[in-house]
């Protein structure tokens, strides 16, 4: 049984920091790209971040770009979302999904297989 389980959330002041970190067991972690996505009230999940089989190529979307770093380690199954920065408009519930993606794909939730219950951050002052 695959599990993905997301962590770190929380409520910062704008301009703070935040690590998400998402560990997925039961499968070959290594062979999966992994992606953050995010979710605010009354809006569609959109895509935050995405990152290749063996790490060595991430993407984001355009309103993350320069703030938000995402990185893996398949050793430990794990991978993590640096967020600089954080503005109010990054408020959501983030979720880590995983699948057989191909690269044109990374920023379409419906290619991923398997998903995290999320993690909710919150930036107010």
């Known amino acids: 049984q695959v599990q993905v389980e997301e962590s770190g959330g929380g409520l910062v002041q704008p301009g703070s920091s935040l690590k998400l970190s998402c560990i997925v067991s039961?499968?070959?972690?290594?062979?999966?790209?992994m992606a953050w996505f995010r979710q605010a009230p009354g809006r569609e999940r959109e895509f935050v971040a995405a990152?290749?089989?063996?790490?060595?190529?991430?993407y984001y979307a355009s309103p993350v770009k320069g703030r938000f770093t995402m990185c893996r380690d398949n050793a430990k199954n794990t991978v993590w979302l640096q967020m600089n920065n954080l503005l109010p408009e990054d408020t959501a519930v983030y979720y880590c999904?995983?699948?057989?993606?191909?690269?044109?794909?990374?920023?379409?939730?419906?290619?991923?297989?398997?998903w995290g219950q999320g993690t909710q951050v919150t930036v107010s002052s």
């Open positions: 999904a995983g699948g057989n993606v191909l690269q044109v794909a990374f920023s379409m939730a419906r290619h991923y297989d398997y």
């Open positions: 039961g499968l070959t972690f290594s062979t999966y790209a």
């Open positions: 990152i290749n089989r063996s790490g060595g190529n991430s």
